[in-house]
């Protein structure tokens, strides 16, 4: 007689869990609000590069785009020394094995930045650990406009994966190291998607 209920139990345990597992991941202040400043980091976000931090903006270097979401946005820079900034953190729950997700993300270039004035690229690594290059998941073409643009990016996982990486990086393919700068604003949801 307790057969059925037990069975009914464990169907619904099923269900729950797969949903859960098919929820959207969302980024922890993922239109990187605070107040601007140079050299500051967004709550919720741990810079990776060795020489310098993100920037807060507008204001700083002489940038003053409105941002397309809240009251700040990130700017990040490239250099002619071969290196570049990037930032990460830890997500709520992570991107799952054999699973493709889609996202949105608005972009832009500044002609300002205190020289650091060339067009970059958005690339996006998943990672177990704080600043870890694992898995390149999103390499943009060259953000060589300085009004914002939506961009939409979709990509698949090969294993489970904890922390997300963002960063701002030279053309491609180039030999050449450059001065330059990426604005990143309002990430989206990241939600499961349908691979082709």
Not at 40 to 57: A, R
Not at 152 to 177: G, H, R, V
Request: charged content about 20%.
């Amino acid at each position: 007689m307790l057969v059925y209920p037990l069975v009914l139990l464990v169907f619904l345990c099923s269900i729950c869990s797969a949903d859960a597992q098919n929820k959207p991941l969302k980024l922890n202040n993922a239109s990187f609000e605070g107040i601007p400043h140079d050299a500051v980091t967004p709550d919720g976000w741990k810079e990776c590069g060795l020489d310098s931090s993100p920037d807060i903006m507008p204001g700083p270097w002489g940038v003053y785009q409105k941002p397309t979401n809240g009251s700040t946005f990130v700017g990040l820079i490239t250099r002619e020394n071969n290196s570049w900034e990037s930032m990460s953190q830890k997500l709520t729950k992570a991107f799952k094995k054999h699973k493709c997700y889609q996202f949105k993300v608005d972009l832009s270039s500044s002609p300002a930045y205190a020289g650091y004035s060339k067009p970059t690229c958005l690339r996006i690594w998943l990672g177990n650990e704080h600043c870890q290059r694992s898995k390149l998941v999103v390499s943009s073409d060259l953000i060589d406009h300085y009004e914002w643009k939506t961009y939409e990016f979709m990509f698949a996982t090969d294993q489970d994966y904890k922390f997300i990486l963002i960063e701002c990086y030279y053309k491609q393919p180039s030999l050449n190291y450059y001065r330059g700068n990426l604005l990143i604003d309002n990430f989206s949801i990241f939600e499961m998607c349908d691979r082709a």
